[in-house]
């Protein structure tokens, strides 16, 4: 269940504050298959299990843009900002994959507001963001992520 806050008013005093988990997700080679077709990212290690099973990963892996695309949901599932006249996806200071996501394993996002900061019209809440694969200790994917509520 996601945090709820009110308005510009209740963000600001949400700096620093841990948002918690998302839910998990399993990632299933039809969802690798997609999205290689809709970047033209057809690489043997994402959609051929057959030569994936004998290469470096022991199987088929989901592409790393895959897993940031999915930020987007879990990121949902972590903060509700509500009383706002537009939400924006400002961008990202930073981003890494440590680990590479097997088909078939479930990641999820654990979230942290790093910090909140006046902008024109709203504020820019930059997030800390970590992927995590169940059963793993290394973190498939960290992201510093930007954020702009407007009044």
């Known amino acids: 269940m996601p945090v709820t806050v009110h308005g510009i008013d209740e963000i600001r005093n949400r700096s620093g504050a841990d948002l918690g988990h998302s ?6 080679q039809a969802r690798v298959d997609t999205f290689a077709d809709a970047t033209d990212d057809h690489q043997w290690i994402h959609v ?8 470096p990963f022991g199987g088929t ?11 987007i949901p ?21 981003v ?9 394993s479930k990641i999820r996002t654990h979230g942290r507001i790093a910090s909140v900061e006046d902008v024109k019209g709203g504020v820019e809440v930059v997030a800390d963001l970590t992927v995590e ?6 973190p498939a994917c960290v992201a510093q992520a930007v954020y702009r509520f407007y009044a």
């Open 23 to 28: 839910a998990w997700v399993e990632i299933a």
């Open 48 to 55: 051929d299990p057959e030569r994936a099973a004998a290469g």
């Open 61 to 71: 892996i989901a592409h790393g843009y895959l897993t940031l695309s999915l930020l």
């Open 74 to 94: 879990m990121w949902s599932e972590l903060l509700d900002v509500q009383g706002v006249s537009m939400k924006v996806n400002y961008g990202l200071n930073k």
């Open 96 to 104: 890494r994959f440590p680990s590479p996501v097997r088909v078939g």
């Open 133 to 138: 694969i169940d059963g793993t200790d290394k």
